[in-house]
């Protein structure tokens, strides 16, 4: 019994070694890389709609007026979380701080969740 068990165990691990080493399993394909960079291309020009809105200009000038500072976007620290986009700014003035705006564009309108200003 302990002589079958052994030759079943080295069988599998023969079999998953081989499978490792020969590619990817069964089922599996390696990915689209068109739709890996139209999704990309995508997110970036959201973000660059996002950046140019109305909405998200009126907070950015909100801040700056009441805390005296200059605010510059990072659009390489944007993020998205299900609908909504991450909008982070660097604010430098009198007063150091960073500035993250939350939105959403839905059938071409802009709307603002909520924003944070940490110092």
Do not use: W
């Not at 302990?2 to 079943?8: E, G, I, R």
């Amino acid at each position: 019994m302990k002589k079958a068990l052994l030759s079943l165990v080295c069988l599998l691990t023969l079999n998953t070694q081989a499978g490792i080493s020969i590619g990817l399993p069964p089922g599996m394909s390696m990915p689209d890389f068109d739709s890996i960079e139209q999704s990309q291309r995508v997110f970036k020009e959201t973000v660059e709609e996002l950046i140019s809105s109305e909405e998200v200009n009126l907070i950015v000038a909100t801040v700056e007026e009441s805390y005296l500072t200059t605010c510059l976007v990072q659009p390489e620290k944007t993020t998205s979380a299900l609908s909504n986009f991450y909008l982070r700014y660097k604010c430098e003035g009198t007063t150091d701080l960073k500035l993250v705006i939350a939105a959403k564009k839905r059938k071409g309108v802009v709307k603002v969740k909520n924003y944070k200003v940490k110092f």
